[in-house]
């Protein structure tokens, strides 16, 4: 049984060393600024979802603020 459970730890701990999707600082102290493929892939991923969750966040208060303008159009009426 701890067998199972140590292969499936070890299992967790490569896919989460092989994920680029993390969202750590980059890295700070005595550890110099590196610039390479996998930390660009890492930025631009974290710029295209932010940028999407904010589109998607507009988007949607714009059609909340709209629903709830006609609603009120319509409680008054």
């Known amino acids: ?18 994920c680029y999707f993390d969202i750590g600082s980059t890295p700070t102290g005595n550890i110099p600024f590196i610039l390479d493929e996998a930390h660009l892939a ?6 295209v979802v932010s940028a999407a969750t904010v ?16 609603h009120y159009r319509k409680t008054k009426l």
Do not use: A, C, V
Request: glycine share 2%; no cysteine.
């Open 1 to 18: 049984m701890n067998t199972g459970i140590k292969n499936y730890q070890d299992k967790i701990q490569s896919y989460l060393n092989d």
């Open 55 to 70: 589109l998607t966040t507009t988007l949607s208060l714009k059609q909340y603020s709209k629903e709830m303008i006609k």
């Open 42 to 47: 890492k930025m631009l991923t974290r710029i």
